[in-house]
């Protein structure tokens, strides 16, 4: 029987691997489109804000573009990377914190280059702001590369010109604000390049980028949340993947915290009721109640950008609870916000996106989780506002029944698109641009906003003490003080205007030192010295002032008990010791007067001020010789300007020209040092 031939089986063909989804970049424009989103972008950020090179120094500008670390130029930077921002023992309070060296540095960069022009330091904050604004705009390019151009583009220059941005932008100090925003986009451009290409390069620039941010301000610090959002949103990554890349961030997050801390001194801050009242009370409820007011303060002047105030604090944002009807509307809208964000998550909606990237980016700043300075402020919602207006343009296009993921949108609805945009965009840019104006100088921004300031305790203040100093440094008002009523009655109503909001130590003391200074009513200077005691029985500068009414009085008694009162809760008060000296020699006791004074140059024999008060006391008895030999004594410890120059005139009367030069030189060289 022949057998049947058996047919060979088909080789079998290699099992071939199943190639993972890998997202491709988005399409990149062509080299004319881009330079023309960037002269776009570039011309609109200095029609928004070209006008802020006439500006000068405003409100809290001396923490970092004018003091004298900043003065000394390129040689400071070391110094600033290595000292908080803010590092001052006042009167009344003190302050050690913020570790912003980054925004800092720039300006001792930009005193290196060409000196303290503040009108160039305002052109370079117009310069990061159009660079952080080009990265918004490529980081949404990036995320929406399915999408019509128009619509990231559209976001970007609507996001520009919202007026809320003007104290981040006008505000020198507000440097800090722009560049934690910038790094932090920086960042997350990275970061999508680390979507698309798994190189591990680009994660660790993300993370750079990320500790740049926090060292120049912990606005940054959202960043790390939103960061996990846009990879949920916009890549592909597995939750492994993800988890990895958020663990670095956050690695290099507490790297950019913890390690500062190991070189720096400990932090102290003297917290104040009338900056928040949060600081000092404990209630939930009412830490809750007050939060949403912030939320939806933050809402409306993202929907109604006016008034815009340099400052607000308490009472402006009032301690409520949740009974509060407005408390309650607040709640409402951000629980359907929330709701419908989650409710959409899944679906990865761009709506939903946008609202979470609203929510995430202000939740820092509703003092919920703690209580911020100033209880709100316009440049806390910068980075919220990028939120906002997505999800505005995303309502504009459906307003309009226009898909933004078309690649065609027909001229009829790209007119009608645009034109909305436009009615948004007119009163935009009046608005930043007078703003911008008001941010002038300290003075005009003052004056602009202390009217809608009736209800801000420290804003009141803080305006006081601004005309306070001007009359102090004034030498004919010092003098005819009497003459210029009307400084005198504005300082006056608005120290009475924050006490009335809150009667806090700090304006009750300086009332005070009006009435002594330049009212010359010492009464009344005396009865709110009393007040200010009676509020904190350990504040030293009440009782220094006190015992000054005192002495003007020629209460010498009372004064004594005064400045021993500030010995009892300050025994190193060595100035205390000197009023005391003084009083004696008003009362003809000198011999008690120099004892003294030379108790304490036992004790600090490097001390120039015995010397010189020494000198005083001979000079009132007209015994030249021994005051000039006292104060020989004081220049060889420290030869300052006003000490020289009067020993130089001394001498030039006596004809002694010799010792009249040498201590003319040292006046010059001592009046070079101080500039």
């Known amino acids: 029987m022949k057998k049947k031939p058996v047919k060979k089986a088909a080789p079998k063909k290699p099992l071939q691997k199943k190639k993972a989804f890998k997202p491709e970049l988005p399409p990149s424009l062509s080299r004319k489109a881009n330079l023309i989103i960037i002269g776009i972008l570039f011309a609109w950020a200095l029609i928004l804000y070209g006008n802020t090179v006439f500006n000068k120094y405003s409100v809290d500008d001396n923490l970092m573009a004018n003091n004298d670390m900043v003065r000394q130029g390129f040689k400071s930077i070391p110094t600033i990377f290595s000292t908080f921002?803010?590092?001052?023992?006042?009167?009344?309070?003190?302050?050690?914190?913020?570790?912003?060296?980054?925004?800092?540095?720039?300006?001792?960069?930009?005193?290196?280059?060409?000196?303290?022009?503040?009108?160039?330091?305002?052109?370079?904050?117009?310069?990061?702001?159009?660079i952080a604004s080009l990265l918004t705009f490529y980081v949404l390019r990036r995320l929406l590369s399915n999408y019509n151009i128009l619509f990231p583009l559209l976001i970007s220059i609507l996001f520009m010109a919202h007026?809320?941005?003007?104290?981040?932008?006008?505000?020198?100090?507000?440097?800090?604000e722009l560049l934690a925003y910038l790094f932090g986009m920086a960042g997350l451009y990275t970061l999508l390049s680390y979507t698309y290409t798994k190189k591990f390069g680009y994660i660790l620039l993300t993370c750079i980028f990320y500790i740049l941010g926090c060292i120049s301000k912990l606005s940054a610090l959202p960043f790390l949340a939103l960061y996990v959002l846009v990879l949920y949103f916009f890549s592909n990554l597995k939750p492994r993947a993800m988890v990895f890349a958020a663990i670095l961030i956050l690695v290099a997050g507490l790297a950019a915290f913890i390690v500062p801390r190991l070189f720096l001194p400990h932090t102290f801050r003297t917290n104040f009721y009338f900056e928040n009242a949060l600081y000092f009370e404990k209630n939930f409820w009412l830490r809750l109640g007050t939060a949403m007011m912030s939320l939806l303060f933050y809402l409306k002047i993202l929907c109604y950008p006016y008034p815009l105030l340099y400052y607000y604090g308490f009472n402006m944002i009032p301690l409520t609870g949740l009974a509060n009807p407005l408390a309650l509307l607040s709640v409402l809208i951000h629980a359907v916000l929330l709701v419908y964000a989650f409710v959409n998550i899944r679906k990865k909606t761009f709506l939903s996106f946008a609202i979470l990237w609203y929510l995430t980016a202000i939740f820092m700043y509703s003092n919920l989780a703690f209580p911020m300075v100033g209880v709100v402020a316009e440049r806390f919602v910068f980075l919220a506002s990028l939120g906002f207006i997505m999800a505005l343009v995303f309502l504009i296009f459906k307003v309009f029944k226009t898909e933004p993921k078309s690649l065609t949108i027909e001229l009829d609805s790209r007119i009608?698109?645009?034109?909305?945009?436009?009615?948004?965009?007119?009163?935009?840019?009046?608005?930043?641009?007078?703003?911008?104006?008001?941010?002038?100088t300290m003075d005009s921004l003052y004056r602009k906003d202390i009217p809608k300031l009736e209800n801000s305790a420290k804003a009141n203040y803080q305006y006081a003490t601004y005309l306070t100093r001007i009359a102090y440094n004034d030498e004919n008002f010092l003098r005819y003080g009497a003459s210029n009523q009307f400084l005198r009655e504005t300082i006056k109503k608005h120290l009475y205007r924050s006490i009335k909001i809150y009667p806090s130590y700090n304006a009750l003391?300086?009332?005070?030192?009006?009435?002594?200074?330049?009212?010359?009513s010492y009464d009344s200077a005396l009865y709110f010295f009393r007040k200010t005691i009676a509020l904190d029985s350990t504040l030293t500068p009440?009782?220094?002032?006190?015992?000054?009414?005192?002495r003007q009085l020629g209460k010498y008694p009372e004064a004594m008990a005064c400045y021993q009162k500030v010995l009892d809760i300050e025994p190193k008060e060595i100035k205390a010791y000197f009023a005391i000296a003084d009083i004696y020699n008003d009362m003809g006791d000198m011999s008690k007067a120099i004892h003294l004074n030379e108790l304490v140059i036992k004790q600090y024999p490097d001390f120039d001020m015995p010397y010189i008060n020494i000198g005083n006391y001979f000079m009132l008895k007209q015994d030249t010789a021994e005051a000039v030999k006292y104060w020989e004594q004081a220049a060889q410890k420290s030869p300052t300007a006003e000490l020289c120059y009067q020993l130089s005139m001394l001498y030039r009367i006596h004809k002694d020209m010799d010792k009249a030069r040498y201590y003319y030189e040292l006046a010059q060289a001592a009046t070079k040092r101080s500039r």
């Open 509 to 520: 003391n300086d009332l005070g030192t009006v009435f002594l200074f330049l009212d010359k």
């Open 416 to 440: 009608k698109i645009i034109a909305l945009a436009a009615v948004i965009l007119i009163p935009s840019l009046i608005l930043t641009y007078r703003r911008n104006i008001s941010w002038r």
């Open 163 to 176: 007026p809320v941005h003007t104290e981040v932008v006008a505000s020198l100090k507000s440097r800090d």
């Open 85 to 130: 921002l803010i590092d001052e023992h006042i009167n009344v309070g003190g302050q050690r914190s913020d570790y912003r060296p980054v925004a800092k540095a720039t300006f001792a960069l930009e005193f290196g280059l060409w000196g303290q022009k503040p009108g160039r330091s305002h052109l370079v904050n117009v310069f990061f702001y159009f």
């Open 542 to 550: 009440a009782y220094v002032n006190m015992g000054m009414t005192y």
